[in-house]
């Protein structure tokens, strides 16, 4: 260490010059990371985080809604509710169409953002898609699994058509809204360019029985994936009645069933989905009670004494 302190000693201009470029690169790193690199990601996050957040109630409410007309499709199914009484048809497209438009206004929302840098944010992200993954993808009817490759494909409602839908059930107005089913009705009833979007969710619906396995199964898995969605907002059930995915045992391949088993088992067995959210008061009831606990002992133990 001596020649350090000669060194300084004799070179203390030169010392002071390279401290001070050194401190300053130092400051300089620091200033950037935490201006261009730390302070936008926190803002991104947070932002993303409002927007779950603001279209929370919306998308749970639709979601519930949607998945509880598609089980009474499918327990109903020899009935051809949809294909012959007018209400039901409508009405179905409409529950469609609702959360369509409430998705695609969080897609506008989110789309300038880097919506995968926080866990919740992309575990957000894929509930949210599973309805597409379900209708509209080969997630579940991979070809490893179904060989027919066009007959899979025959069955898929066109991704771009199902935005479609949500782009025209948003409202003129500043498109952060869904229009009211009667709007729906009468837009339906009179605008034929309107009814031309939901043409091929019709025919998917119209189709949809058990002798068409694969539309079939979609419908079945679109419900599940709902499910999920509902269970991941509302994960207290302070929204809607906590409830397991249903017509599992209804499905026709085997291979779809252990898939949606795999990707979401809590939603299938009844389990409890893990959230930094859940029980949010059990930690404060086991400090009372082990508190109140040790208050009564002590108090035991001085009367014991006197």
Known sequence: M??????FQEHTVAWLVVSSVVGGIIATAIRFLFEDVFRPVIGWRREAKQIVHRYTVPLVRSADN???RINILIRNE????FENDEYFRISTLYQFGELLGWIR???REVGFLPFESDKRCREFNERINGIFRALCSHAYFHRRWFSDVDAVDASIIP???????GEAMTEAKDKKAVIEFTEFVTAYANNERFRRWFLELETFLRNAHPT???RWDRLIAAGTN??????FLDPHSTMVRRRNAENQDLLVHDKVRIELAKEMPQILTGGRQKSRWANPHKKIITIYTLVKTRYVALTINRGQKT
């Open 66 to 68: 949607l998945e509880r």
């Open 159 to 165: 991704r771009l058509m199902l935005s479609a839908i």
């Open 226 to 231: 709902l499910r999920a969605l509902v269970w």
């Open 2 to 7: 001596n020649w350090v302190t000669q060194s």
């Open 78 to 81: 020899k009935k051809h509710w």
């Open 105 to 107: 206004i969080v897609e």
């Open 212 to 214: 068409d396995a694969l």
